[in-house]
Structures are given as structure tokens and as C-alpha cells.
């Protein structure tokens, strides 16, 4: 068949009022409730309604592809209720009234037909088609009261199904052949590889059209051998999970028996009617929308309230290739190389009669999709592929920066915007104030909010916390718990209010990796998601895809998610390679997205890798990937057997794999000279880390970790990390970390980048820098005499580049307390159990209150759609 190209898309339902806010909907699965009218299209307003909804539609799509409306087919998947036969409407305004600006207009009910009449227009007349599904129906069922919330956001494929909301709106598609896409210099989201249907009506066909597990099978067959594609090479596949029992078992089981194979827990499971309810038009066309999206933005979207499959069915669930995605997360490139593959299984409706009209008759189509493989300046994914979103922009959080020289410019800026409430969205408020921003202003006050009462309540907060600020010398900074947040003393400006080059990113040890890490950071920030990929030949296993983000069936417990953290942190090798590869995405953010450099960088621990990867000191940071794979150091000499500690305590060997606790880290709240007096008598107990003047990191052989504690008596807690760094048999593996470490350099970077072997900078050379870590993990961290260093030189800025925020706090604790200077910041910017986007937002407040300069642009602006021509399409 024909390959067809994406060229286009839009939708709108329940709320979600343009392209970017449906695709946010389905990248978080949230459910969206009925918000349009419950009548339908009958009367002459109504229709005129739905046809200027199609209109303005198709004329989006043209406008993106610099296209003319009248050289575009439209195929209208429309609502059963108000069709006659296959292209005729009851009152047919509807499709005169397209017809009259489009090529043409037909009615159809299928989405497979409207493929198959799809592919015969843009072969017979080179033409663009819009398939458009629309509903304007909402009727809620009839058993569902007012005050009733709205069904969970899962599918019916799952035990605790109760049933979809309904839903009004529609959702569009722009197809073409991929000549004419590229004739047309037209941006392709996506291709459709190939589809197969089965045929809805009996009475044309003498052909078993029943839709049974086995039709539905044969029919995803004859789809993928069409499209020349495996079923291990689909990645994602969209469901219809239709709310009729029987139809969602037959199509379930269809495909557990169409997609076996050996390897479990391979596909993921999607669904558009989780996200938007159900209606059997419009879901047609809304399912394969989403499957477009998620292939294009490489993410695997979220089924956020699924639980667990239905009970009798749990064994044909297990042993299938699927899971469940509760949580949205990134889809990493392909090690081979080769692009992603989505399917969409579709239940489709039909009525092909007038006596059909009360009796609709089901029918089947499976589409495969595959990822367009962008080409630039001859390079296949080149780095500057960045597939924008409106993600950011279309999020209900603002960001509004209030700037001033002095008090009473900010009091005349909030008043300004309290006055602006009445009339304004307050997303237009924020872009106006950003596009305002002045970097010569002395003060920048930044409010965080999501409605217009929650900024006017933050405005009349910011008028009270300001005053203080100024007027109350024991007060240098006001904040909310929202996030909104103003300092009277910019950290990276002087004493004079000069901008000043104290900006430091420290990286955290390995230890604070967690299950969920930065899932949603290659979606907010699409930007660094090339950048990043290009670090590893197999970004997705660096960065421990499978085990941050792992797969099920069933919805984890908290208490199978704990453990999850637990076996993650056991392995010292796996966390090792997923804190490095954390730290070059949190870097990229900075550096690629906010325009961000370091002027001092450090590392805590392990860190100290993580930054010289992150900040491109070395050529092939990816080469680290197989070698931490591969060390015995890391595997099995400090880390699982721990056969250093064995050999320095004379402790028999065990085979590889046993588990056996000889050693025990523990935080605790005592200095290292009452440490040193408790254990001058035990010769496997060592200080590993000091954290703050009066805190410390404990470790050693259990038993005798747990009788200097009791000796210091003081409260200690066990922080289930078993590998033995930082302490005197680390030395036996000295040479071993110095080959493993010593890697071609690039050209010397800017950063000047501190090191706790030696507390100075360490030149960008390989021998320094291996040896640097190699000395690093062997002694004790002194993480206090590190952050004076820096301060020392000029560091006012400090940015923890990984998961939590015990730097930042411990930061604090050393400048704040110990040296009484509160003219420093520390800023988090990950935090678990808070979304990262969230996160973000307050670091930025926190960030531009301070004084520092960063580019803000994919906050305020951004979208999915690409025009016709842009630079996204240079050299394809």
C-alpha cells in the first residue's frame, strides 16, 4: 500500500480548547469530564455550528502546511444518529457547507474506510485529506447523577472499570502521500506504515466478518505483514478498550494472540477515551491522534488511574508482551537505531442502512504507525531535531516577574496587574510581564499561580512580604507555599547591585537516585532530548529506563515501589551509570534550554563523575556505560560480595551474587572528632562523608558501626547502602578507578570545577581528572571545607543538578549558620513526590529573584505544530 504522511493536526474537547492542551491532557492521562451542551446536531444553529467547528478546523490545518482549503478532501466521521446512508446527512448543511470551501465532503462512519478512501484520493488526485472526527453529543448515562465525580481515568480492560464520561468535540488529521509532504515542504508527524479492516456488513461480503478474537487477530497480522513490521518492533499500541464488555474481551484477547511472543512487558498499552470519554466517532479518530502524538513526541503516555487487569483474565495478561503505564514517561531511542514503531487497534461503528440506524454494527481496522525519521544537513536524528511542544505554555501555571529599582516600583507593578485581573487571562498577564523583563532592574519579584484568584491572593501577599524585606532588616527574602518568592539581596549581584559570575552547579552522589526520576523532563524541556540521546549508543539502558521506570501490569504498591528504590540503590554499578546519566540531563536544562552556564562546579561523592561528564570534559562520556557494566570495582570488589572488605578484614570468600551484610552506612548528628574519640578502638568502622559541621556520614561492619553509636549516643539511621567508598580499603581499587576514569578530554571549558581530593580546581586533562576521582571515592568527603572553597572565589549560586535537596540544604546550613552569610542561594531542582514542572517553576522564581539571567522562552511561547517550510525541515 501506499506509505501516508501526518501533515497535520488539531482537536479540541471538554475544555481543552486547542491542539496543545489536548496533547498535555493525553501525555498526563487525565481524565476530562463534559463540559459542551447534551443536545445534538438537529437543528439549522446547531449544524452551522458544526460546520464552522470542521471549517475552522480544516483551515488551521491548511494554514500550518500552507496549504489552500480547496485543494483538501475532508472525510467526516460523524455521529450515527444523524446519518441516513454513508454521504448523506439528515439536513445536509452540514456538508454543503464544507463542500463549498474544501474539495469535497463525505460522511463516513469508519475510520478504516476513511484510510482506504484516504489513500485512493491522495494517489488518484494528489490532494490532502482531512479526516475529522466530530461529536457534538454529551449525554451523560443516565444512572450518573450531577454530584457524582467523574469515572477514573482508566480503561475497561481494567477490574475496577466502572464506565467512561461521554464526550463533545472533535479531532483532526492531515494526510497525504509523503511526495506530495515533500513537494510541499510539509512537516510530517508521522507515517502510516500500512492497515488492515474487516468488513463491517455481511450482507456485501461472503466472508466471516463476525468481530471475534480470531478476526481480529488475522486482521493485526495482515496489518503488520502489510506494513513489513514485527510485532516485537511495536512499542505502543493504542486501544479502543471499549466500554461494552464483550467488544473490550474480543479485542483484548485478539491482541494478546495477534502480539505473543516471548519477550514480556515490551508494549505499552494506551487509550484516548481514558483521557476523554467515549463516543464512537470521535474516539475513532481521537485514538489514532494520540497514537501520532506519543510516536512523535517520543513519550508512552500515561493510563493515570489504571489498577490491574480483570481477575479471570490476569494469567493471559501476565504472559502477554503488554503493560500498563500509571505514569507518562520518555520513549528513548532504539539501540539499533531504527524508528519507532505504534499501532492503533480500532473498533470502529457503522451504520450502513436506514434499518442499520437502530442496530450499529461493529467493525475492526488496525493501523501501524511509524516515527518520521528526520534528516538534517544528511544526519538522521541530528541533534537539532527538537520536536516542539506547547506543553509549558499550555500548562494552567504562571509565571509572572514583577521588577523594580526600588519598593515602590514593585508596589506600582502589582497594583498595575491587581488592576488587570478583572479583564485578563492570567497567562497573557505573565507574557506581557516577561516580555517587559529588564535585566538592568536591581529587584525582581516572581509569582506563581494557577487561576486569577490565586494570583490575586499572591499579589496581596506580595505587597505585605516586599514591605518586609525592606523595612525589616531581620527578613532578606518572602515566599509562599505556592512558590512565589522575592529577595532584597540578588545573590549574583554585588554589594553595588552589579550582575556577578557566582553561578556553581554541585552534583549529588548516587545514592539520592530514585524509581521515577526526571520522567517528565524530556517532555517539559524537548529540547535537550537529542543533546542527551546522543551521550550513549543506548541512552534508554544508561539512563536505567526499565528499572526508574519500571513495568507492570498491575499498579505498583507503595509498598513494591519502596522496594523498587531499595533494589535500585543496591547496585552500586546500575546507580552509578543512572546518577551520571541524570546529571548531563539536569545540566542540559540549564545549559541548553535557560542559556545557563557554570562558573564553578562540584561534586558530592560520586558526583564528582557526574560532573565532569555532564559538563562535556570528555569526548565519549557514553563509553562509561560498559565500563561501569562491566567493573569488577563496582560490581563486586565495594560493592555486591564486597571482596576488598573481605580480603582487608580476613573474611572468607562467597560466590558471586550471595548477599551478605558486612557493611552498613548510617547518617548521624555528631562531629568527626567525637566520631574519632568513639572509635579509636574499632578497626572497621570509618567516617565515610561529612555533610555539615555537626553531621556525618557513618559506616563499616554493622555490628561495630552500632557500638560506636551507642557510645556517642546519639540517633543514627541505616541508609541501605552497601558499598564501601570513601574509606581506607577503598585503596586497594585505587589503579583499578584510575583506568576506569581515564578518558580523552574535550577542549577546556570555562567552569572552573572543584574537586574533594584536593579541594582546588583540577586541570581538563585525563590523567588529572581519572586520578582526581580515583582519590575522591578513596578518602573522606569533606563537603563543608568544599562549599567554603568555592565561596571563597566567588560561588553565590548554587544549584543542585540531580535528585533532592539534602545539598542545598546542608549548603544553608554551612554559609548560613556556620559563616553568617545569608547573600547566597541554594536551589533544588528535583524534588520526589512534586511534579518536576512544578519544581522547575519555583526554582526559576527563586533563580530570577536572585538575580540570574535565564532565557524563559519555552515557558511563554511553544507548540506541537509546525509550519510548512520552517527551519524544523532544513536539508530533509
Not at 107 to 121: C, E
Not at 248 to 272: D, F, I, K, P, V
Not at 850 to 868: C, M, P, R
Request: charged share 15%; glycine share 6%.
Amino acid at each position: 500500500m501506499t506509505e501516508l504522511a501526518v501533515i497535520g493536526m488539531d482537536a479540541k474537547f471538554s475544555g481543552q480548547d486547542n491542539i496543545d492542551r489536548v496533547e498535555r491532557a493525553f501525555y498526563l492521562g487525565a481524565n476530562v469530564g463534559n463540559s459542551i451542551g447534551t443536545s445534538g446536531i438537529g437543528s439549522a444553529e446547531e449544524q452551522q455550528s458544526a460546520s464552522a467547528t470542521v471549517l475552522t478546523s480544516v483551515a488551521l490545518l491548511a494554514q500550518t502546511n500552507q496549504l489552500n482549503m480547496a485543494n483538501i478532501a475532508v472525510l467526516l466521521i460523524a455521529d450515527v444518529n444523524y446519518c441516513v446512508d454513508v454521504n448523506k446527512y439528515a439536513d445536509e448543511q452540514l456538508v454543503q457547507q464544507v463542500a463549498q470551501q474544501c474539495a469535497s465532503c463525505v460522511v463516513m462512519t469508519d475510520l478504516g474506510q476513511a484510510l482506504k478512501q484516504a489513500t485512493d484520493l491522495v494517489n488518484n488526485q494528489d490532494c490532502a485529506v482531512a479526516v475529522v472526527g466530530i461529536n457534538k453529543t454529551a449525554n451523560q448515562s443516565s444512572n450518573k447523577t450531577d454530584t457524582e465525580e467523574a469515572p477514573a481515568a482508566t480503561i475497561s480492560f481494567d477490574d475496577t472499570f466502572s464506565g467512561y464520561a461521554s464526550v463533545a468535540g472533535f479531532a483532526s488529521l492531515l494526510i497525504s502521500s509523503t511526495d506530495f509532504a515533500s513537494a510541499n515542504q510539509c512537516y510530517v508527524y508521522a507515517s502510516i506504515k500500512g492497515f488492515a479492516q474487516l468488513a463491517v456488513n455481511s450482507q456485501l461480503s461472503s466472508e466471516n466478518t463476525e468481530l471475534n478474537v480470531a478476526n481480529i487477530a488475522n486482521t493485526v497480522s495482515l496489518a503488520l505483514q502489510q506494513a513489513q513490521i514485527t510485532a516485537q518492533q511495536v512499542g505502543l499500541l493504542e486501544v479502543t478498550a471499549d466500554s461494552k464488555a464483550a467488544l473490550a474481551l474480543s479485542e483484548s484477547q485478539g491482541l494478546m494472540s495477534a502480539y505473543s511472543h516471548t519477550q514480556t512487558l515490551h508494549t505499552a498499552l494506551s487509550c484516548a477515551r481514558s483521557v476523554t470519554g467515549e463516543d464512537g466517532h470521535f474516539s475513532q479518530v481521537a485514538g489514532l491522534l494520540k497514537a501520532v502524538i506519543s510516536l512523535h513526541q517520543r513519550y508512552i503516555p500515561a493510563i493515570k488511574d489504571w489498577q490491574q487487569p480483570i481477575a479471570t483474565q490476569m494469567s493471559q495478561w501476565q504472559r502477554s508482551p503488554f503493560y500498563m503505564p500509571v505514569d507518562a514517561r520518555p520513549w528513548f531511542p532504539n539501540a539499533d537505531g531504527s524508528a519507532h514503531i505504534a499501532a492503533y487497534s480500532c473498533v470502529t461503528q457503522s451504520s450502513l442502512s436506514e434499518q442499520a440506524l437502530s442496530s450499529s454494527e461493529h467493525g475492526y481496522c488496525h493501523v501501524i504507525l511509524q516515527e518520521n525519521k528526520v534528516k538534517i544537513a544528511g544526519q538522521v536524528h541530528p541533534v537539532s531535531d527538537v520536536r516542539s511542544n506547547g506543553y509549558f505554555a499550555s500548562s494552567a501555571l504562571a509565571l509572572v516577574i514583577v521588577q523594580g529599582n526600588d519598593e515602590a516600583q514593585l508596589r506600582n507593578e502589582l497594583e498595575t496587574i491587581a488592576g488587570q485581573l478583572v479583564n485578563s487571562d492570567i497567562k497573557q498577564i505573565a507574557a506581557d510581564c516577561y516580555a517587559r523583563t529588564d535585566t538592568d532592574k536591581v529587584y525582581s519579584a516572581v509569582l506563581i499561580a494557577e487561576t486569577t484568584e490565586e494570583l490575586s491572593k499572591e499579589i496581596t501577599l506580595a505587597f505585605a512580604g516586599i514591605s518586609s524585606v525592606f523595612n525589616d532588616a531581620n527578613v532578606s527574602e518572602w515566599k509562599t507555599p505556592k512558590g512565589s518568592y522575592f529577595t532584597g539581596q540578588p545573590a549574583n549581584r554585588d554589594a553595588d547591585n552589579n550582575v556577578q559570575s557566582g553561578v556553581a552547579f554541585l552534583y549529588p552522589g548516587i545514592g539520592a537516585t530514585y524509581v521515577g526520576l526526571g520522567r517528565d523532563l524530556f517532555h517539559l524541556f524537548p529540547q535537550i532530548f537529542q543533546p542527551v540521546a546522543a551521550l550513549a549508543d543506548d541512552i534508554g539502558a544508561s539512563l536505567k529506563d526499565t528499572l526508574l521506570n519500571p513495568r507492570s501490569i498491575t499498579r505498583h504498591s507503595f509498598k513494591q515501589l519502596k522496594q523498587l528504590d531499595l533494589d535500585l540503590r543496591g547496585n552500586l554499578a546500575n546507580i552509578a551509570e543512572a546518577g551520571v546519566g541524570f546529571a548531563c540531563v539536569f545540566t542540559k536544562v540549564f545549559e541548553e534550554v535557560f542559556a545557563v552556564k557554570a562558573d564553578f562546579a562540584a561534586g558530592y561523592s560520586m558526583g564528582e563523575v557526574s560532573m565532569y561528564a555532564a559538563l562535556g570534559c570528555w569526548q565519549q562520556p557514553g563509553l562509561m556505560s560498559a565500563r561501569l557494566a562491566q567493573s569488577n570495582t563496582f560490581n563486586h570488589q565495594l560493592c555486591g560480595e564486597l571482596r576488598t572488605l573481605r580480603q582487608h578484614w580476613g573474611l572468607p570468600d562467597v560466590a558471586n551474587g550471595t548477599f551478605e551484610q558486612i557493611w552498613e552506612t548510617y547518617t548521624i548528628k555528631a562531629t568527626i572528632e567525637q566520631v574519632e574519640i568513639a572509635a579509636a578502638d574499632e578497626d572497621r568502622v570509618y567516617c565515610t562523608i561529612i555533610n555539615t559541621p555537626d553531621s556525618l556520614l557513618l559506616a563499616g561492619y554493622p555490628e561495630a558501626c552500632q557500638r560506636v553509636i551507642k557510645t556517642l549516643g546519639k540517633r543514627a539511621m541505616a541508609l541501605n547502602m552497601a558499598n564501601a567508598i570513601h574509606s581506607a580499603p577503598a585503596y586497594a581499587e585505587y589503579d583499578h578507578m584510575v583506568e576506569l576514569y581515564h578518558m580523552d578530554v574535550t577542549e577546556r571549558i570555562n567552569t572552573k570545577m572543584y574537586s574533594s581530593s584536593c579541594y582546588l580546581p583540577i586541570p581538563q586533562r585525563s590523567k588529572a581528572i581519572s586520578h582526581s576521582i580515583a582519590k575522591c571515592l578513596c578518602d573522606v568527603v569533606d563537603f563543608p571545607r568544599l562549599v567554603n572553597a568555592l565561596h571563597d572565589k566567588g560561588a553565590r549560586v548554587f544549584i543542585e543538578m540531580g535528585p533532592g535537596r539534602s545539598l542545598c540544604s546542608w549548603v544553608d546550613k554551612i554559609l548560613t549558620h556556620e559563616r553568617d552569610d545569608s547573600r547566597h542561594v541554594s536551589v533544588p531542582v528535583n524534588a520526589k513526590g512534586t511534579s518536576d514542572e512544578l519544581t522547575y517553576i519555583r526554582a526559576i522564581a527563586k533563580l530570577v529573584s536572585h538575580g540570574v539571567n535565564l532565557n524563559l522562552d519555552s515557558l511563554f511561547n511553544g507548540s506541537i505544530l509546525v509550519k510548512a517550510g520552517s527551519l524544523a525541515n532544513a536539508g530533509r
